[in-house]
């Protein structure tokens, strides 16, 4: 699920229109549309993001907040800062992102993938 989709069926859970959504957002129908459709990248601040997320009801710290904030980072094509800081994560990311496209980890480096994400 990419942003567009989970912030869609966020809206229609809560029974909005995409103008009513817009409307309390201060938001353009048209180019909300394209972001939900994917069509318009995502440019909003953290700002206009977490008042986003309060008119939904997402709570700060609950699952589906951290499912949006985590898609509003791939959204915007950037690691997460919490990605950054640690060392031994941003070490593995190329690993991580070569076995995601398809190629084969070799033994080590599939064990230093499963050795993180135990400690995670």
């Known amino acids: 699920m990419n942003f567009g989709e989970f912030i869609k069926e966020k809206r229609l859970q809560k029974r909005l229109s995409l103008r009513n959504f817009c409307e309390l957002c201060v938001l353009d129908p048209s180019n909300w549309s394209k972001i939900e459709r994917s069509r318009l990248p995502l440019t909003l601040d953290r700002g206009k993001l977490e008042e986003i997320a309060s008119i939904l009801d997402l709570k700060a710290g609950s699952e589906d907040w951290q499912k949006f904030f985590d898609l509003v980072t791939i959204a915007k094509g950037i690691i997460p800062?919490?990605?950054?800081?640690?060392?031994?994560?941003?070490?593995?990311?190329?690993?991580?992102?070569?076995?995601?496209?398809?190629?084969?980890?070799?033994?080590?480096?599939?064990?230093?993938?499963?050795?993180?994400?135990?400690?995670r």
């Open 81 to 119: 800062e919490y990605v950054y800081s640690d060392e031994e994560v941003l070490e593995a990311l190329p690993i991580f992102f070569r076995t995601a496209s398809g190629e084969k980890p070799n033994k080590q480096e599939l064990e230093k993938i499963i050795t993180l994400i135990k400690q």
